[in-house]
């Protein structure tokens, strides 16, 4: 359980800053978007994905402490799609700093509030469990690993896992 949760749960959780920029990012880029669509390239969606890097390491930090300090730059996304009205889902790769030269992967479905600039749920896993990070930046691996990807995130050992709101697991 991350602090978030027990904001939410007693009804007083206040969003961050990173948070209220990703939601508003969210609403925008899915605005036009049927149910069960890709998204397609666009400054909005790039937008999105900076957001990410200020938002994930966040997340992450409050239940993973060894993430303090650790930031991203660059999360390339190999799908994504509208999930459900006001809800993305992403798997991709990000840069990480202070670790390895490119996580392996990164998957997260957002869910973002109907009214306000922030999200009713949000689950993200990053990283792999025991690959080493050189591994990573090597063109061949990260083509296998996009493929795989692209089939099942479940299929990955995922290092790194949080959640919180309505949806969380």
């Given at each position: 359980m991350s602090n978030r949760d027990s904001a939410v749960d007693h009804g007083c959780r206040i969003p961050s800053r990173a948070e209220e920029v990703f939601s508003r990012q969210v609403r925008a880029v899915l605005a036009p978007i049927v149910i069960?669509?890709?998204?397609?390239?666009?400054?909005e969606f790039t937008?999105?994905?900076?957001?990410?890097?200020?938002?994930?390491?966040?997340?992450?930090?409050?239940?993973?402490?060894e993430w303090k300090g650790i930031g991203l730059d660059g999360v390339v996304p190999i799908r994504a799609k509208k999930t459900a009205e006001r809800e993305?889902?992403?798997?991709?790769?990000?840069?990480?700093?202070?670790?390895?030269?490119?996580s392996p992967v990164v998957h997260l479905r957002a869910r973002v509030s109907e009214f306000k600039d922030?999200?009713?749920?949000?689950?993200?896993?990053?990283?792999?469990r025991g690959v080493a990070g050189d591994s990573q930046s090597r063109p061949p691996a990260i083509e296998r690993k996009a493929a795989l990807l692209a089939l099942d995130a479940n299929a990955i050992d995922w290092a790194y896992a949080v959640a919180f709101g309505e949806d969380a697991d």
């Open positions: 069960g669509e890709s998204i397609p390239s666009s400054s937008d999105l994905l900076v957001a990410l890097e200020y938002f994930i390491p966040e997340v992450i930090e409050e239940i993973h402490q993305i889902e992403i798997i991709g790769f990000a840069y990480v700093f202070r670790r390895e030269p490119w922030e999200l009713s749920s949000f689950a993200c896993r990053i990283g792999e």
